[in-house]
């Protein structure tokens, strides 16, 4: 199945919805944590400093100062303010209480998995790594000079974002691929930003053979390799001396849920993605620019330091309704952090933000094309847009009770004509980092985010004025907005 059957075949109606008889066997649910078992465990040094330049300087390309005197110190850093837990949630109704982390997924279900290959780190043994954020620690699945990973050059750390995709299906079945790859682009900002906090470089590697990875690194079945993040530039190295051979530990990967249900849509279209087209350069055409009537001023700052920012980003809730807002500068702010260039070997902008503005002052309430290359909107659909930004997201008052929210369109068509399928995976790689972007920025300007990966797909199209079967497909939706408390909240 290529990504237009399995994109068709995946989309939500309402008649898809009244057709669905899942319900959720809790009995069955994934773990989120994946150990490996029999594999040494390295501590990483507990309270690593936080990073204190301001979030929204890190969202505009500033790096931070290099603080880290050894690979432990530079990695609990990186992992703490990238992958690690930060709060706890307790469930409704009992004392059950569930993990939240840094990184944000969809359903808090987590298929990312964060491995590391390490070359050179001062006072770290070379090898093969799994992050442990239960723990805070490091699994050692191999010591020793390993091959490099295909296409990662000689950067002395290299993370492979792999994706355990039942996370996702046990909850959204066939749907879940979009799931997993939107998380996957959030995990990359993820880290990206951290280490550019801490004065690390980071490029995304999407251009590589799955197979040879997934071997390399010896993943279970259960994991599939999605991205691999290059980072170089900033971390504490020595010039490694030949390297002893290589020693796999490797460890036994804990069984995640009593039974595994398998959806073939899924794993179709990840097979479909799998082959490489063309080199590993980014779309050489540029996406369509247009303008708009309303110019964005300047954007707000905000001093808010990147550690504390990402340590206590939450998905909120649900919002007020009204009547505070927020302001235009605010919005502009957002908008310029939301669509930086990625640094990635596929970068090339296929996504476009569509806001729906609900109470931004100097605003009129409608929808808007964003244009970044000008800094401006253009006015689609006037008029208030709460009940409709609602409907769109599955009947979700969230994304209408947010002071904004976004539309993501992804152009699949000009990334596949690139790429051929993996394309489909790009474009969800970069709707997930504007995501991540999106929270951060909002949570620096003491605001909200929550993103949303449920929505009525081609009733997103109609409203928008797009083809249904064309070339410009929904992939994500966001608000943005001033939270209600929630109550579940430990921390």
Known sequence: MNWRGYHEATKHSVESLRRSRHFLDWANMPDPFRHYEGAPVVDLPAGPPSPDIPALEVLLGARGPATAADGAEFLSQ????????????????????????????????????????TRGLRGWTDGLYHYRPSSHMAEQRAAGALDPLPGAGAAPVVFVLSSIAWREAWKYRARAYRYCLLDTGHAWQSLALAARAIGCRACALGHFPDDEAARGLGLAADEWPMLLVALCDGPP?????????????????????????????????????????????????????????????????????????????????????????????????????????????????FVQL????????????????????????????????????????????????????????????????????????????EAGAIGQRLYLAAEALGLRGTGIGAFFDDQVHRYLGLDESGPKQVVYHFAIGHPVPDPRLDG
């Open 354 to 429: 569509y806001v729906y503005a609900h109470r931004v002052e100097g605003v009129a309430p409608g929808v808007y094309r964003h244009w970044p290359a000008r800094a401006e909107l253009e006015l689609v659909r006037a008029g208030g847009q709460q009940v409709a930004a609602a409907g769109l997201s599955l009947g979700q008052d969230l994304a209408g009770n947010a002071c904004l929210a976004f539309s993501m369109i992804g152009d699949v068509g000009r990334a596949t004509a690139a790429h051929g399928d993996r394309g489909y995976r790009y474009v969800h790689f």
């Open 237 to 349: 190295r020595v010039d490694p001396a030949g390297g002893a051979e290589p020693v796999w530990h490797g460890g036994t990967p804990n069984r995640l849920s009593p039974e595994e249900i398998r959806y073939l849509p899924l794993e179709e279209v990840h097979a479909a993605s799998k082959p490489l087209k063309g080199a590993a350069v980014p779309v050489a055409d540029p996406p369509e620019e247009g303008a708009g009537a309303l110019r964005l001023p300047a954007p707000a700052a905000s001093a808010s330091g990147f550690g504390e920012v990402v340590r206590r980003r939450r998905s909120a809730l649900d919002y007020e309704g009204g009547p505070r807002g927020m302001t235009l500068p605010e919005l502009s702010a957002i908008l310029e952090a939301a669509t930086q260039p990625l640094e990635a070997d596929f970068a090339a902008r």
């Open 78 to 117: 990186l992992l703490f303010y990238s992958a690690a837990i930060s709060a706890s949630k307790r469930a409704p109704g009992g004392g059950y209480r569930y993990a939240l982390r840094v990184n944000p997924s969809s359903g808090n279900l987590h298929p990312t998995e964060f491995h590391f290959l």
